[in-house]
């Protein structure tokens, strides 16, 4: 029997910060697990070096379900980022050895293809209107057939979700970035803007936008019913997740169907959403909800209550991750869409083989496993550099919701 010989922790910069996992077998097989928590990234890289490496030497990497098991619940504490995200790195790296092993894509394993491609929405955004809708024409004319639309909201000092420059990257500063917010200038605004982008491209389209956690539940009730009219797929993060109960009172005042979940990392925190129907779209992600294992279950629970998936995938994922949850959406039953920012070319030096993006789809790789290489040569070239996300202060100084 195979066993696990080595686990190497990995940290590099090219454009983002990535943690990165690599399993190896006795027999020569490796796996790859994305371990990036952004802006917590070292917190993760010392659970998996201290604490979990040392528990994996000599185990079966076949063992998934029961290495996924005695990590979580051998460790006394439970769920949490930090902790879901390292679990998660080790249970990718074994499907992705278990796909090598057995000379199939990963999506083979979990049960093959239900559609022929995973939708996928990409980001536009603008620092005024007329720039955000020169963004979504650009966008359409790529093919897209889902788009999340943004606008600097105007008078505030670099307002978030907003690109800089070609390149949209959310985290680019070595200490957070300071940003003004106001409830009030949004929701007088955001609307608006929103409302413009269907009047001059139509309703052919799928149309999201994301709140960012930024309202209280009755803020984002009225909001959601203002923007009735545009026909959102989805309002994301409308308030901050971790309170479950609040969106029962959005859910009484509004048809605008609702996405929460990117920063959530297990079922458990997820329970109430799903179970009482308070959701439309579940965003947990295979990186930072315990990985394939872990993720399917959460999914598999959302298909009972008529939620469906809409997984995180900002830059902060690594390749690794989009390939992981490819394979997961291209073969559960509830799929919904499938968020797509891309990477830098500097990223994909480092991780060679990511999904392709075709007609606004991502489609999975045939190699055996992810189809995802790491390139020591190349990841040397960007030591950790590390950058953070903006914090969002109200107009009287204090430290508004995130
Ligand atoms: O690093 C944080 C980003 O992943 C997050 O801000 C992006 O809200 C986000 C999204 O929906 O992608
Ligand atoms: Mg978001």
Known sequence: MATIERVEVLVTSPGRNFVTVRVTTSDGVTGLGDATLNGRELAVASYLRDHLVPLLIGRDPAR????????????????????????????????????????????????GRSRDGVLVYCHASGGSVDELLDDVAAYTEKGFKAIRAQAAVPGLSGSYGVRKGTFYEPASTALPDEQAWSTEAYLDFAPGYLGKVREKFGFGFHLLHDVHHRLTPIEAARFG???EDVRLFWMEDPTPAENQEAFRLIRQHTTTPIATGEVLNSIWDVQTLITEQLIDYVRTTVVHAGGITHLRRIFDLAALYHVRTGSHGATDLSPVTTAAAVAVDISVPNFG?????????????????????????????E????????????????????????VARRLDGSVHDW
């Open 64 to 111: 998934i379900e029961d290495t996924w098991q005695y990590l979580y619940k051998g460790a006394y504490w439970r769920r949490g980022p930090v902790t879901m995200t390292a679990i998660a790195a080790i249970d990718v790296a074994l499907w992705d050895i278990k796909g090598k092993q057995a000379g199939l894509p990963v999506y083979q394993l979990l049960g």
């Open 225 to 227: 019913r203002s923007v």
């Open 337 to 365: 869409i499938q968020e797509h920012m891309g990477h830098t070319p500097e990223t994909y030096e480092v991780f060679r083989g990511t999904p392709r993006l075709e007609d606004g789809m991502l489609l999975p790789s």
């Open 367 to 390: 190699e055996p496993g992810l189809g995802i290489e790491y390139d020591d040569e190349a990841a040397a070239r960007f030591p950790y550099d590390p950058k953070y996300l903006p």
